[in-house]
């Protein structure tokens, strides 16, 4: 097989790899790109426990700091924290080995969820108080167990 296929059609290509593999021949695999697409659907494992990680904990940080918001502003973040944590469950569930990953994906999650809950409070109308940034902690204030239990919610 041409590796001008993969650049021309990655849909055909994906096709016609697997139907190379399951007709084991092997031969003629273009190995290459079948371990350059395998190494990114890795990285697409990861960057979305990420990036459900990030909402989860902008939302439950918010929750944390911004307690005394009106209680349909709260019902918002009640729902997006619902939301984004079945997520990350059904990204562990459905990727176990992702387990491994989860403290460094909180690590860099929690940086991107502060910044996005500082920002999202800033947008903050009808008399809404407006945080000091020093209020959001630095470093993840929330536990593993914490992130993962399906009745916490920050308070």
Known sequence: ???????RDLQYWIEQTIQQLRNREFESLDIEHLIEELVDLGKAEKNALKSNLTIL????LKLMVQHDVPDMMKGSWYGSVLEHRQRVLNNLSDTPSLKNFLVEAIEKAYADGRKLAIK???LAKFGVRVPEESKYPIVCPFSVEQILNEDFYGL
Do not use: C, G, V
């Open 1 to 7: 097989m041409s590796n001008n296929l993969y650049d």
């Open 57 to 60: 904990l902008a939302h439950l």
């Open 120 to 122: 999202e409070s800033k």
